[in-house]
């Protein structure tokens, strides 16, 4: 049996989730893309950095680049059940993530070098991807 992609009736600007039919107007589609379109994106430059073209990338950024790509895949599910009213008590993106992920960024930080201007991207491939 083939998968079948559509039903051919229409949705009239609505899309079911979960029980719910909910506009795809709503702010909750806009949300869940962006995250979608930007896990795409950082997969991406996780992907060019994996390819070790770029020699100045230590491995530890590719590591970063994962946990931030699952940490956006919970995200988007914790996103939807709040769109889609489900009471759940055992959220995964936690205060404790966050302050994680803060001390992430602040040792990328520092072994990069002040910013003075602003940057017209262009160097590699890679920097305007990402």
Known sequence: MNTKFFTGEGDNGES????QKISKGDLVFDVLGG????????????????KNEIKDIPLE???ILKEVQNNLFVAQAEIAA?????????????AEKTIILEQMIKKIDLELPPLTKFIIVGGSEISVRF
């Open 16 to 19: 079911k989730m979960g029980n």
């Open 61 to 63: 950024i590719q590591v």
């Open 35 to 50: 995250l979608d379109e930007l896990n795409s994106w950082i997969g991406f430059c996780r992907v060019e950095a994996e």
């Open 82 to 94: 709040i769109a889609m009213d489900i009471q759940n008590n055992s959220k995964k993106i936690t």
